[in-house]
């Protein structure tokens, strides 16, 4: 699930900018900040390569308290979640996590999220924060009919990750919970230098890494802590400029790019994430199913990596052109430092997908710049 998502804003010019639980140790710290989706967040805080080499090498520490949770408890929460979403709810254990979407009943998609089992009745969906209101409101909505209730407890959290490979080792000296046998896609209650969280293993960078959720008041005692603790590998703090390398370069979709309410996860090549076969009716499931069958017959465009042969950098909505025709779109595009070339995700016609694919370009202020057809991800750590 994206957690930098597109910084596109539904609150008005006037309306304040919302600061997190961290905001005056951000400042403290040099940062650059800027508005993501009306909230005043760290968007660097020295070099962004430098923070995107500590991720990948060592381990970055990042504020991700603009994510909206959402509550959902009841005897029927589970069952309303299978209703509202794509996934199979009901299937995932207490403790285990789930990536899913939730689609209009057109099957576009209006947000993908992460929904974390607590317990036999209580779920916590997490959405970007561009589109946290937009996932309560359809929640509420859906929840009509089942003995279950959707609470906004977007305030109740603050939530800091740490990710890279040194993150084990610098959570484990502050925790007593049991890391090793926390599995990826999974969450336990615990302990972290003193403070009570709910301890995540998912991840946004391609590396392994923790999620911590604690309450607003306790979050600068746990940064402050996990920097103490991480001094001596390298930890350094990370702000969103890199994360969006990082899951650049991992391949993982951005909404607002990568998804959007004009593509079904069958476009977006997630497919594997509706599950026709669960017991409840959900939101979309027409639609979905002729989007499925539309895939399987008539591949739309399929999303792809793009390697640059030269230096210009690709841009979200660049066109992908071939033979002198214009056959797909630039989603996402950076300079990869891990690459040291700059790259891109693209949704190309179906013909053009298979990577190696022969003369394909990106039109990049009128020159067609030769890019490398290849499949994704870019970079994948080694375990």
Known sequence: MSSTESPESAVTPASPLRRTALDAVHRALGATMTDFAGWDMPLRYGSERDEHQ????????FDLSHMGEITVTGPQAAALLDHALVGNIGAVRPGRA???MICREDGGILDDLIVYRLAE???MVVANASNAQVVLDALTE????????????????????????????????????????????????????????LIARTGYTGEDGFELFVKPEHAVELWQALTAAGEGVGLVPCGLSCRDTLRLEAGMPL???????????????????????????????????RAAERAEQNPPRVLVGLVAQGRRVPRA?????????????????APSPT????????????AHAAPGTPGVGVDIRGTHEPYEVVALPFYKRQK
Do not use: N
Request: proline share 4%; hydrophobic share 40%; aromatic share 8%.
């Open 255 to 289: 909404y607002g790019h990568e998804l959007t309410t004009e593509l079904t996860p069958f476009d977006a090549g997630l497919g594997r994430v509706v599950k026709f076969d669960k017991e409840a009716d959900f939101v979309g499931r027409e639609a979905l199913l």
């Open 339 to 350: 690459l040291g070339k700059p790259i891109a995700m693209a949704y190309v016609d179906a």
């Open 121 to 123: 009745t209580e779920y």
């Open 54 to 61: 500590a991720v990948r090498t060592r381990a970055g520490l």
């Open 98 to 100: 789930r990536y899913t």
């Open 142 to 197: 859906r929840a009509a009919g089942f003995d279950a209730e959707v609470r906004d407890d977007r305030d109740a959290y603050a939530l800091i990750a740490v990710q890279g490979p040194e993150s084990p080792g610098i959570l484990k000296s502050l925790t007593d919970a049991d890391l090793d046998g926390l599995k990826y896609y999974a969450g336990l209650p615990g302990t972290v230098a003193g403070v009570p969280a």
């Open 317 to 333: 909505g660049y066109a992908v052109v071939a033979g002198g025709e214009v056959i797909g779109e630039v989603t996402s595009g």
